[in-house]
Structure formats: C-alpha cells, structure tokens
C-alpha cells in the first residue's frame, strides 16, 4: 500500500526518492507542488523558481530580443535574458517565431534548441558578456542566471563566472570546491555560493573542517554520487529562502549526518574489512551499516549531536526496567540488517557507535560509565529456513569518539 501524507499526489516513498518532502506539498516553497514541478522537464522540485506561463515567456523572450540592455533591470526573467542573448545570434523575427512557438507548442524545447546551435554561430564570449550585463542589473537572479545559462548555453566554468563573478567562484575554490565539481553544482541546480554562506553562517565548516572534502567525494568525474546530498543541499536553501528556521535546523542535521556516515566509513571500513549492508539514510532510521571482518560481525551506528544519553540509543540497547540490565534490541536490528546477520556467522558481534563532533569525547565519556561492556542478545528468527529458531549471545559495545 502506498502512503500519501501530503496532498501533492506523489506518495511518500517516491517523494524520498526524489528528494522531495513527504509532509510538505510544495518542497522548495515556490508556490507549485512537487507532482506538479516533478512532471514538467523546466522545473525542479527542490529548486526556488520564478515561474511563468508560456505565454509570459513568449512575451518576456520577445521583450529581451528587441528591447535587450535597455529594460534589462525592469525584467528579472530569464527569458527576457534569453531573448537579449538570442538577439546577438538570430534575426528579431526568427526569435518571436519562437517565442510564438512556445505559446503554441507549450514547451521550452524550440527555445532550447536555439541555444544549443549558439556554439556553431559564433561566439561564445558574446553570450557571456550578455549574462554578466544582465546579472549586474537584476542581482539577486544571479543563481537562477548561472544554472540557465551552464544547462541550455554553455557549461563551462567561464559561464559561471560570468554569473556568480569571478571573484566568488575564486573565493569557492580556496574553499575546496574544485572548478568542475562548482559546474556540476550549478548544472544540477544547485546554489553553491548560497549554500556555503548557510553552512558558514551556522558554522558547519568550523565544527566539521573536512565538509568540503565530504561534499567533493561526493562526486566523481563530475557526476554527483550520493543524490541525497544534493537533495538536502536544496532543501535547506529552500527553507532559509522561506525563513523556515525549524525545517532549516532538520535538514541541516541531516547533511551533518550524512557527513559523519562518511567519516565513518573512510575512518571504519579498511583492509580486510567488508561492508555486508550499507543502508546509512538519517531519513529511513536504522543502523547506517554492518561490517565484517576476520572476527568481527559490527553494526555500526553513527551520530553527529550536541548530546546522546543512553535512552536515545533504545534502537541497539534497552535496559529491562525490573533488573536495571541492558539487552541488546535485537528485533530492531534484525528489522533493519535482516535476520542473516545472527544467524549466518560465528564471529564475535559488536555494535560500534561512532560519534563524531566537539562533545564526543564527553558524550562517550558519560556513556561508557553506564552502559557495559557486553550485553547478551537473544534472536528469534524470522527468516524460512531457521523460522523459529533462537540465536543468543553477546554484543560487544565499542564506541569511538573523533572531533573531524
Ligand atoms: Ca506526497
Ligand atoms: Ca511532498
Ligand atoms: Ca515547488
Ligand atoms: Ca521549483
């Protein structure tokens, strides 16, 4: 059964694969739903857009061909850009052809197209000189200017700059962000500049100094590995568009956790150690992975938070109420890990709880005078061929503490 928890018609499983929220209808608070901007190849659910309808980018298109630097600052759309930057290549009539094109046709692909044939026409570089005209005059456009221009124009770093400025695509690099890797950001619609300053201003940077070695091994060869970053990038440009500061702290801990998940498993999975399930998500709960190695069968669960007391890791150890001790949550785990994993090996089992942040070394501190250092655990299986059957045995509890 599929569950709906918003009303934007797309359910909630599918809204996580996108990225979207499942509990707002509209993500990126731009005033049209998820389904809707999901469903139109223009838009982006997780982007803040201006949006126009065909007949509005008709006329702005028209507008910006025969009018260009003139009502520049009087017209923040990028049509009305395009239309300037068209006029530099193709004749004002081929140019309200397509923008009567559009009306009719209700799409963008004719105007698309146009672009795309700009590199055989000429040059380039007039191109650019338009985009940073146009984005002197209307700058709080400047991200929107820069992802139309890198998607449809040209998608080099030149275009960036033309966009952004040099100076801040100068100022990212000394960051960490390689030129290419700030490209792909912007051709993937996302808001470098706007989201380091967020990250600076609540300081992410200063308590996790590898964040941007974090965010560059999420790509690769210029093609973004791990969607979920990028997700939650958008999604918390969205929400301090909107001023939301509840949904901005949510989704900030989020990227904070799926940072720590990766200094994780660069700090935990070595040589001779294999990852048997890999299902970090701070969104799905559950642990984020099961390791094997010679001897050791580890869960491993990670955290990045001011504090953690021993309730709050219920998850992976109860305490049994009537004796005081604490049992290992075995159901919860074999939920999450599958029941193989008690059952398929003989090796000692730890549940490894990795921390990481400036209290760390407090909290593990603090947990370590409560917890034991063994708990037994007790299984029963689920799975057909050993239905029934009771596994038992210890956990070992390890924690490690890191300040990265
Ligand atoms: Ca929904
Ligand atoms: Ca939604
Ligand atoms: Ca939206
Ligand atoms: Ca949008």
Not at 78 to 104: E, H, N, P, Q, T
Not at 318 to 337: F, Q, S
Not at 380 to 393: A, L, M, R, V, Y
Request: overall charge negative.
């Amino acid at each position: 059964m599929k569950t709906h928890s918003d009303w934007d018609y797309l359910s909630d499983s599918f809204e996580l694969s996108i990225g979207t929220d499942p509990l707002v209808e509209d993500t990126d608070f731009d005033g049209v739903d998820d389904w809707s901007e999901w469903d139109n190849p223009d838009f982006d659910p997780l982007v803040y857009e201006m949006h126009y309808s065909y007949f509005e980018i008709g006329r702005e298109l028209v507008l910006g061909a025969f009018c260009g630097e003139w009502l520049a600052d009087e017209h923040d759309s990028v049509y009305y850009m395009a239309g300037w930057m068209l006029s530099g290549f193709y004749g004002l009539g081929d140019i309200r052809d397509i923008g009567a094109s559009i009306y009719r046709l209700d799409g963008l692909g004719i105007l698309f197209n146009a672009f795309s044939l700009l590199p055989f026409l000429g040059d380039v570089k007039k191109v650019s000189a338009t985009v940073t005209k146009f984005a002197a005059k209307n700058p709080h456009m400047i991200f929107s200017i820069a992802v139309f221009s890198v998607k449809h124009v040209d998608d080099s770093i030149g275009m960036v700059k033309s966009a952004i400025g040099k100076d801040t695509v100068e100022y990212l690099v000394k960051k960490g962000y390689s030129e290419d890797i700030i490209v792909v950001f912007y051709k993937k619609g996302l808001d470098l500049a706007k989201f380091d300053e967020i990250l600076t201003n609540h300081k992410i940077y200063e308590s996790s100094p590898e964040f941007a070695l974090f965010l560059k091994t999420q790509i690769k060869g210029g093609e973004i590995l791990s969607k979920r970053v990028t997700f939650d990038a958008k999604k918390i440009i969205a929400a301090e568009k909107a001023g939301d500061t509840r949904r901005l702290s949510g989704y900030l801990a989020n990227i904070k956790g799926a940072y720590a998940e990766d200094l994780a498993k660069r700090d935990l999975v070595t040589d001779g150690i294999d990852v048997i399930k890999d299902i970090s998500h701070v969104n799905a709960g559950g642990p984020d992975m099961a390791l094997r190695s010679a001897h050791f069968d580890d869960v491993v669960e990670t955290k990045f938070v001011q504090s953690l007391t021993v309730s709050k890791l219920k998850n992976y150890v109860i305490r049994n109420d009537i004796t005081g001790e604490y049992v290992l949550n075995a159901k919860y785990i074999g939920m999450h890990l599958g029941g193989e994993f008690f059952t398929n090996s003989q090796n000692q089992k730890r549940f490894v709880l990795y921390l990481n942040g400036p209290q760390s070394a407090d909290i593990m501190k603090n947990l370590k005078q409560k917890l034991p250092e063994r708990v037994p655990f007790k299984y029963t299986s689920t799975d057909p061929k050993t239905q029934g059957q009771i596994f038992e045995g210890t956990f070992e509890i390890v924690i490690k503490a890191v300040n990265k």
